[in-house]
Nanobody, 126 residues
Framework: QVQPVESGGGLVQAGGSLRLSCAAS????????MAWFRQAPGKGREFVGR????????DYSDSVKGRFTITRENTENTMYLQMNGLKPEDTAVYYC???????????????????WGQGTQVTVSS
């Protein structure tokens, strides 16, 4: 069982920054592929970005590319989402997702991932 826990959400003005964290408990010594998704009211869950188990590869949705950056710790399953230049349309609940066995061919769909956090609210005011 892996239990991701997100933190760092809050209220920020447009143009501001936030840094989200996701700590994913799991088997000692195992490193997992991880991703961020978000869901705005009335909308489906949207892929934000992902990072490979090694940290060598990242991918981002076009809507956040150039503004958001995903990083991770070298030796544990802790992932960060640095969000800069926030826009009101970034307002959503942000979820951390974990894949025990990551595949580069499956990164942006919800069903690529095995475990999900409870989410953390990000609200960007205009």
């Amino acid at each position: 069982q892996v239990q991701p826990v997100e933190s760092g959400g809050g209220l920020v003005q447009a143009g501001g920054s936030l840094r989200l964290s996701c700590a994913a408990s799991g088997r000692s010594g195992s490193r997992y592929a991880m991703a961020w998704f978000r869901q705005a009211p009335g909308k489906g869950r949207e892929f934000v970005g992902r990072i490979s188990w090694s940290g060598d590869a990242t991918d981002y949705s076009d809507s956040v590319k150039g503004r958001f950056t995903i990083t991770r710790e070298n030796t544990e399953n802790t992932m960060y989402l640095q969000m800069n230049g926030l826009k009101p349309e970034d307002t959503a609940v942000y979820y951390c997702a974990v894949a025990v066995y990551g595949h580069s061919s499956c990164i942006s769909a919800s069903n690529c991932y095995d475990y999900w956090g409870q989410g953390t609210q990000v609200t960007v005011s205009s």
